[in-house]
């Protein structure tokens, strides 16, 4: 998983589009560390929005 937050975002968003019905689905399947996905992404100014299932 990247570090970077706008790498990190584009991935993240296009998989919860395209393959998972929520983060926590994808962090489990693909291993990821959701408090971290979480971290970086707020840090950037990015919010997980669960009615529209991504970062905003």
Known sequence: MTENPVILLS???????????????????????????????NNAGYCYNRELNQYK
């Open 11 to 41: 991935i993240i968003n296009t998989k919860l589009r395209d393959q998972y019905n929520s983060i926590e689905e994808l962090c489990d399947d693909l291993d990821y560390d959701l408090e971290k996905v979480n971290q970086i992404l």
